[in-house]
T-cell receptor, first 115, second 113 residues
Framework: GAVVSQHPSRVICKSGTSVKIECRSL??????MFWYRQFPKQSLMLMAT?????????EQGVEKDKFLINHASLTLSTLTVTSAHPEDSSFYIC???????????FGEGSWLTVV | GENVEQHPSTLSVQEGDSAVIKCTYS??????FPWYKQELGKGPQLIID?????GEKKDQRIAVTLNKTAKHFSLHITETQPEDSAVYFC????????????FGKGTKLSVKP
């Protein structure tokens, strides 16, 4: 079974609205989670590193005011796409690592379509 | 910056044959090398991983080898089956950090029955 759960798996929103995606680690605590974006037929692009109890670290070129990340607990990180535009439509994926062992697991991904 | 190169980008094999995907990395501090299988519309699924203190690891039909001196690692799938068809990504940790992965561009594997 999945060890990292993402919700929703698919979401459609209107341009200008905001949408939140949740990433949960199941059965383990994750002090750090990662958010990726993936365009069709391309590799995963790291957007930001989510740190429990502190501010997220964003990769160059990723707007932190547009992609809000909150990591309020050791099992939950959220990504909020604010004032969404059609170009934000993409597949968003989170990952989390167990403190021991360094194994990284990915969520099932969330398809965002902005109309 | 640091990067991971993956080859080939596409690979087509006949059912029952072996498939090999190769990756090279640039960060000498990388210490964890996972392989993921991604089916269309789904998140990447960890299929095997190897750490820097091990040269080879095997799990049934899947094996991974690591050459730290040459900075390359490979995925080997034996006795391929049609359900092995997917996109495979290699990755390496950025430095010694936990979880911060750099991904290869992916290999689309097609197994023909």
């Amino acid at each position: 079974g999945a060890v990292v759960s993402q919700h929703p798996s698919r979401v459609i929103c209107k341009s200008g609205t905001s949408v939140k995606i949740e990433c949960r680690s199941l059965d383990f605590q994750a002090t750090t989670m990662f958010w990726y974006r993936q365009f069709p037929k391309q590799s995963l692009m790291l957007m930001a590193t989510s740190n429990e109890g502190s501010k997220a670290t964003y990769e160059q070129g990723v707007e932190k005011d547009k992609f809000l990340i909150n990591h309020a607990s050791l099992t939950l990180s959220t990504l909020t796409v604010t004032s969404a535009h059609p170009e934000d439509s993409s597949f968003y994926i989170c990952s989390a690592g167990q403190v021991s062992g360094n194994t990284i697991y990915f969520g099932e991904g969330s398809w965002l379509t902005v109309v | 910056g640091e990067n991971v190169e993956q080859h080939p980008s596409t690979l087509s094999v006949q059912e029952g044959d072996s498939a090999v995907i190769k990756c090279t990395y640039s960060d000498s501090a990388s210490n964890y090398f996972p392989w993921y299988k991604q089916e269309l519309g789904k998140g990447p699924q960890l299929i095997i991983d190897i750490r820097s203190n091990v040269g080879e690891k095997k799990d049934q039909r899947i094996a991974v080898t690591l050459n730290k001196t040459a900075k390359h690692f490979s995925l080997h799938i034996t006795e391929t089956q049609p359900e092995d068809s997917a996109v495979y990504f290699c990755a390496a940790t950025l430095g010694g950090s936990q979880g911060n992965l750099i991904f290869g561009k992916g290999t689309k594997l097609s197994v023909k029955p």
